[in-house]
């Protein structure tokens, strides 16, 4: 690593000059007027008695004020975004978990974690936006803006952002990021991704998520390049979009990319005026004819990256131009190091299936207050990311699945991803998940759920005849269902565990 890497998010927002954040229809905020909101913010927070190792829940709309929001904070605090869509419930869970000290939400916009906040005594602040997009101040729900203290200011080795993992059927784990893991994956998603000024990022991620949050905002401040921030994904408005902000790449996940593709033929006059250097897939694996059709869509390369909370989102990528692009593979090791582990702990060599694992100093330090799960988790300094995979003779990275989500059909193993790949070969698919179902003598056995391609048509027994051409037969789904819509977790991802009861697929 160079030696004047920023450290800091603090350190990253003084480098640069020229615009930053913007929004559809709003000026843009430019980097001396970020710093400037972050410095005002540090001292806020220090008035409040927040500072380094203390939790700020942020729940704000999705927007440029979120995105700066969340940097300001992680200059002086540990920043907490939680998603806007839970419960009181579920806000109460999350900032008792995180001994939050103070929670931000957005003038004039109710949320149940008001309620949440009181019930815990939690100190309420509200974000009152400026004209520019992104610009706002702290004040009070009485109006007042908050009184300004010296700021103290995180250091390289000090939490700066902390996310829950998706537990699907455990209680989530607290990821800590410190200020170091999170410049390190910005600076490693710039040099993958070649980011300069020159670039604007449209953003249709949720911003309370590390793929928001890092591979289109940090990723793109570490570069000095812009980031354009939108309420939200919509496909509708994607286009529209597109025309107005005229970006360089936008990030997305692939239930995005295919939602985006559904209306790219009704849009032929932006498709055709879009001037993308790239567009960049992760957090789920994305199917090789979705890669194609994007690439012949925009007429630029698509790259598919690998990344997880707990390092910090990126740990692989596919390479630009010349670079080479593998479909189906999440490419080459892109910050920290990946190897393959087996059963016995050994890391092994090219060409053999096993654990992935990474070491690097993008990755979390472990999980906060859980000893158990940072026994199970760290292997001689490896972090054991839970997804089983191999290495190709160029150290291209395959992922075959999540462990846990392997069907186990009366001991023959199904990797889920395997049936995915040949089903959405079908020319009638627009999208699968194949997931566990229970089973009263195998204990689970294989079952998908699909949604057709508009105006086609296929029944239960032709996509199950089609998968058992390429499939051997206890890997062919023995239930199909096929659904208007699959039910997908906050962040737009698809979810195999726990699909099955979602579905009443129960034993």
């Known amino acids: 690593m160079t030696t004047d890497a920023p450290r800091t998010v603090r350190a990253l927002l003084a480098r640069h000059a020229g615009p930053v954040l913007g929004a559809p229809g709003r000026s843009d905020l430019d980097y001396a007027g970020l710093a400037a909101l972050a410095d005002r913010t540090a001292r806020q927070l220090a008035g409040a008695g927040v500072g380094p190792g203390k939790a700020v829940a942020i729940v704000l709309p999705n927007g440029p004020e979120m995105a700066s929001c969340f940097m300001a904070v992680a200059t002086q605090a540990t920043a907490a975004p939680l998603n806007p869509a839970y419960t009181q419930d579920e806000f109460r869970f999350y900032m008792e978990d995180l001994d939050a000290k103070l929670l931000i939400v957005m003038r004039g916009v109710d949320t149940p974690a008001r309620a949440a906040a009181e019930a815990l005594g939690v100190r309420m602040v509200e974000v009152v936006a400026g004209a520019a997009a992104g610009d706002f101040t702290l004040a009070d729900p009485g109006g007042d803006a908050l009184p300004e203290a010296d700021a103290q200011g995180n250091a390289e080795g000090d939490v700066a952002l902390v996310l829950h993992t998706s537990g699907t059927t455990s209680r989530p784990k607290i990821v800590p990021l410190t200020s170091a893991n999170i410049c390190a994956s910005a600076r490693n998603i710039a040099a993958t991704l070649a980011l300069t000024p020159a670039d604007r990022c449209l953003n249709v991620m949720p911003l309370f998520h590390i793929h928001g949050l890092i591979a289109a905002v940090l990723s793109s401040v570490h570069a000095g390049a812009a980031i354009t921030c939108t309420p ?23 239930t995005m990319h295919q939602a985006i593709l559904s209306r790219a ?25 979705v890669f194609t059709a994007l ?14 909370t707990e390092a910090a989102h990126q740990m692989a990528s596919n390479l630009l131009p010349p670079g080479q692009r593998k479909p189906g593979t999440v490419g080459v090791a892109a910050g920290p190091e990946v190897g393959i582990m087996g059963e016995d702990g050994s890391i092994l060599p090219r060409g053999h299936v096993g ?7 993008n990755v979390t330090p472990g999980y906060q207050n859980n000893p158990k799960a940072n026994a199970e988790n760290w292997t001689d300094g490896w972090f054991r990311t839970g997804d089983q995979g191999e290495l190709d003779a160029d150290g291209y990275l395959s992922i075959r699945g999540r462990l846990k989500e392997i069907i186990n059909r009366g001991g023959e193993k199904v990797s889920p991803r395997e049936v995915d790949d040949v089903l959405m070969e079908h020319p009638a698919v627009a999208q699968v998940v194949t997931f566990a179902m229970p089973h009263d ?18 029944d239960e027994r032709e996509i199950r005849d089609f998968a058992g051409r390429s499939l051997a037969a206890f890997k062919v789904p023995r239930k199909v269902l096929i659904l208007d819509e699959i039910p997908k977790g906050a962040t737009g991802k698809l979810q195999r565990i726990g699909l099955a009861e979602k579905l009443g697929l129960t034993a």
């Open 232 to 254: 939200g994904f919509d496909a509708l408005k994607f286009f529209g979009w597109l025309t107005e902000v005229r970006p360089s790449w936008y990030t997305a996940v692939p």
């Open 265 to 289: 033929p009704r849009n032929e006059e932006a498709v055709r005026a879009a001037n993308l250097r790239f567009v960049r897939s992760s957090s789920a694996s994305l199917p090789v004819p």
């Open 295 to 308: 690439e012949e869509t925009f007429r630029c390369p698509v790259i598919e990256a690998y990344g997880m």
């Open 355 to 361: 654990e992935i694992v990474i070491r690097g100093e």
């Open 441 to 458: 003598k195998l204990g689970e056995e294989v079952a998908a759920a699909i949604v057709l391609r508009e105006g086609m048509s296929a």
